[in-house]
């Protein structure tokens, strides 16, 4: 061989790492011996993107040059969201008197922050609300994506009575 095995491992990271980029100290073992790497991770990856870090890899053979590391990223989203690259999309219930009036919810921001969202009026399930670069970061147009907000809108359980009244409305 010309050089030293390259070696592989795998991340974890948040939303937030994801849009700002972070460091990470890694721990590797190699022949019984820990070693500790650092590297910096840079912003706008996403679940199954792979890092590769040049001559970070295994040093066993100390006369040759050392391999590579490749590091695969997960990224973790916040509870209540999916990830579709730099698009983060959530549901939000909405009791059905506020969809037919209008009302407003709230989203988390993946910063951390909260996000008042309007529903307008007449918002029927399955309607998609769309905040603008509020949501991960994308490397091909350098900005961040938005947020998705599906609304599920609640249907009241009705007694008799008011479905007669309903009834006799429409």
């Known amino acids: 061989p010309h050089r030293n095995a390259n070696m592989e491992v795998q991340i974890a990271i948040s939303i937030a790492e994801s849009i700002t980029g972070t460091h990470r100290d890694l721990q590797v073992n190699e022949n019984g011996a820990s070693r500790s790497i650092k590297i910096d991770i840079p912003r706008g990856l996403y679940t199954g ?7 970070m890899g ?38 059905l008197w506020q969809a037919l009036l209008g009302t407003t919810v709230t989203v988390q921001d993946p910063m951390g ?19 603008a670069q509020k949501g991960g970061w994308m490397r091909q147009t350098e900005q961040r994506g ?18 007669q009244t309903i009834s006799e409305w429409l």
Not at 49 to 55: I, N
Not at 113 to 131: E, M, N, Q
Request: aromatic letters at 4%.
């Open 113 to 131: 922050g909260d996000l008042v969202i309007k529903v307008p009026a007449g918002t029927g399930t399955g309607s998609r609300l769309r905040v």
């Open 58 to 95: 295994s040093n066993q053979n100390t006369t040759l040059p050392p391999g590579d590391l490749f590091v695969r990223v997960i990224v973790t989203p916040p509870a209540g969201y999916t990830v579709d690259q730099g698009t983060l999309h959530t549901q939000r219930a909405v009791p």
């Open 49 to 55: 993107d792979t890092v590769k870090y040049s001559g």
């Open 146 to 163: 938005d947020i998705l907000v599906e609304i599920v809108v609640l249907m009241p359980e009705l007694t008799e009575e008011q479905r």
